[in-house]
């Protein structure tokens, strides 16, 4: 791209981009735009980065194992699988940061006979597009991973070419990236309105932020704040809500890895995952907690649930015995962004403003839809 027309006449400068969040999806918005020359990028957070959202999230990329098979949720699915195989080893040699990728992918364990028909259309849609998925016999998934307690599995689909990423690694290296690249970051920043300049006829335009450290000008703004991104824009027709949906989640740890050191899968049962980290380390998640009972705004009036966590060793337990030799390392919890009345996640202009963007809402997966929306973003500003 060439040089932009800055809006006093004449003047030829860099478009200003500036990116409200650094999220996993703030991050990977900023490392995609700092490849665009032209533009002028500033991240602004008021926290550092990776503490929102992100920070609670296991990393689980769930997308060929996904039921989504047509649309925009495929699409964008499906672009981020793309781009994470190519992104992983990029960002680790431009960084030398190592960021824990697991490639082994993922084994849904079934417990109804009744699921088998929906997973055996699936495995034929997905062959259709292009994306290996593969449906296990119980004693195949035993073979595979003798840790698992088969007796009440009916079968288990495997999915290699899913992925697990560790979003905390993953957006510091995404943000040393972009840093590398030139663009500035602000943490410690509360962005806290919009100024506009509006000439009546057309859409006002955001001319400034107001932040907790100043006024920032700007071309374009990208709102990727997760949850703070609805007080923020909170001023809009039709008023855009995300609200919170409590996830908890815990760290094990074991003597040794289960089942065979050359095959460690991310497993799910029942909703629950089981990820491994190495050297006998496992994160088991995350419970899905729903307003009103979670009627939280933030993580600070949070208290950890241990009848939830409970529940969720249990859950874990039930497919995976040698869990309950394990020694628990941390408990956490975060909210995850979730848009309502409308599909996650919201990638789209506020229509309320000629130069805002919405990037946010990603709920459930925003690890694995960073990346498909940071290319969305690139291309809805050049
Ligand atoms: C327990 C749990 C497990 C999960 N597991 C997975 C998983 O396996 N796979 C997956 O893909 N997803 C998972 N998720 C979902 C995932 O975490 C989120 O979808 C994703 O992190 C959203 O990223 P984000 O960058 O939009 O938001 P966040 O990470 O919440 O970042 C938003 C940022 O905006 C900043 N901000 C907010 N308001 C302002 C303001 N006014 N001014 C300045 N800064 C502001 C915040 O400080 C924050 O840093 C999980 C979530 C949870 C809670």
């Given at each position: 791209?060439?040089?932009?027309?800055?809006?006093?006449?004449?003047?030829?400068?860099?478009?200003?981009?500036?990116?409200?969040?650094?999220?996993?999806?703030g991050?990977?918005?900023?490392?995609?735009?700092?490849?665009v020359?032209?533009?002028?990028?500033?991240?602004?957070?008021q926290?550092?980065?990776?503490?929102?959202?992100?920070?609670?999230?296991?990393?689980?990329?769930?997308?060929?194992?996904?039921?989504?098979?047509?649309?925009?949720?495929?699409r964008l699915?499906?672009?981020?699988?793309?781009?994470?195989?190519?992104?992983?080893?990029?960002?680790?040699?431009?960084?030398?940061?190592?960021?824990?990728?697991?490639?082994?992918?993922?084994?849904s364990?079934?417990?109804?006979?009744?699921?088998?028909?929906?997973?055996?259309?699936?495995?034929?849609?997905?062959?259709?597009?292009?994306?290996?998925?593969?449906?296990?016999?119980?004693?195949?998934a035993?073979?595979?991973?003798?840790?698992?307690?088969?007796?009440?599995?009916?079968?288990?689909?495997?999915?290699?070419?899913?992925?697990q990423?560790?979003?905390?690694?993953?957006?510091?290296?995404?943000?040393?990236?972009?840093?590398?690249?030139?663009?500035?970051?602000?943490?410690?920043?509360?962005?806290?309105?919009?100024?506009?300049?509006?000439?009546?006829?057309?859409?006002?335009?955001?001319?400034?932020?107001?932040?907790?450290?100043?006024?920032?000008?700007?071309?374009?703004?990208?709102?990727?704040?997760?949850?703070?991104?609805?007080?923020?824009?909170?001023?809009?027709?039709?008023?855009?809500?995300?609200?919170?949906?409590?996830g908890?989640?815990?760290?094990?740890?074991?003597?040794?890895?289960?089942?065979?050191?050359?095959?460690?899968?991310?497993?799910?049962?029942?909703?629950?995952?089981?990820?491994?980290?190495?050297?006998?380390?496992?994160?088991?998640?995350?419970?899905?907690?729903?307003?009103?009972?979670?009627?939280?705004k933030?993580?600070?009036?949070?208290?950890?649930?241990?009848?939830?966590?409970?529940?969720?060793?249990?859950?874990?337990?039930?497919?995976?015995?040698?869990?309950?030799?394990?020694?628990?390392?941390?408990?956490?919890?975060?909210?995850?962004?979730r848009?309502?009345?409308?599909?996650?996640?919201?990638?789209?202009?506020?229509?309320?403003?000629?130069?805002?963007?919405?990037?946010?809402?990603?709920?459930?997966?925003?690890?694995?839809?960073?990346?498909a929306?940071?290319?969305?973003?690139?291309?809805?500003?050049?």
């Amino acid at each position: 791209m060439g040089e932009w027309v800055g809006r006093e006449a004449g003047v030829s400068r860099e478009m200003r981009v500036a990116v409200i969040g650094c999220g996993v999806v703030g991050a990977a918005i900023a490392y995609e735009l700092s490849q665009v020359s032209g533009l002028d990028v500033i991240v602004l957070d008021q926290r550092p980065p990776a503490q929102g959202a992100t920070r609670a999230a296991l990393g689980v990329l769930m997308g060929v194992i996904s039921h989504k098979v047509k649309g925009r949720n495929w699409r964008l699915r499906q672009a981020s699988m793309q781009r994470y195989e190519t992104l992983i080893p990029e960002l680790e040699e431009r960084t030398a940061r190592v960021i824990p990728f697991n490639r082994q992918g993922i084994l849904s364990l079934c417990f109804t006979l009744d699921e088998l028909p929906k997973w055996e259309k699936l495995v034929g849609i997905r062959r259709t597009q292009g994306w290996l998925l593969e449906i296990w016999t119980p004693q195949q998934a035993e073979a595979h991973c003798p840790h698992l307690n088969i007796e009440q599995v009916t079968a288990a689909i495997y999915s290699p070419q899913d992925r697990q990423v560790d979003p905390t690694a993953l957006t510091l290296a995404l943000v040393s990236a972009a840093q590398q690249n030139g663009v500035a970051f602000q943490f410690d920043s509360q962005v806290i309105g919009f100024e506009s300049k509006s000439d009546q006829s057309v859409l006002p335009l955001c001319r400034n932020l107001q932040t907790s450290k100043g006024p920032v000008s700007v071309d374009w703004v990208v709102v990727s704040a997760g949850l703070g991104s609805t007080e923020l824009i909170a001023a809009v027709e039709p008023p855009v809500e995300i609200g919170p949906v409590l996830g908890q989640a815990l760290q094990l740890k074991l003597d040794a890895p289960l089942g065979s050191l050359d095959f460690q899968p991310v497993v799910n049962g029942a909703d629950i995952h089981l990820v491994p980290l190495g050297r006998g380390g496992y994160w088991i998640g995350a419970t899905v907690e729903f307003p009103p009972e979670t009627m939280v705004k933030s993580l600070a009036d949070l208290k950890p649930d241990d009848e939830r966590l409970a529940d969720l060793l249990k859950g874990a337990i039930a497919y995976c015995p040698a869990l309950a030799k394990a020694t628990l390392v941390k408990k956490w919890s975060g909210l995850r962004p979730r848009p309502q009345r409308q599909p996650a996640p919201i990638i789209s202009p506020l229509a309320s403003y000629r130069n805002v963007i919405l990037a946010t809402g990603h709920y459930r997966n925003g690890v694995l839809l960073a990346p498909a929306t940071a290319q969305a973003v690139r291309q809805a500003i050049t």
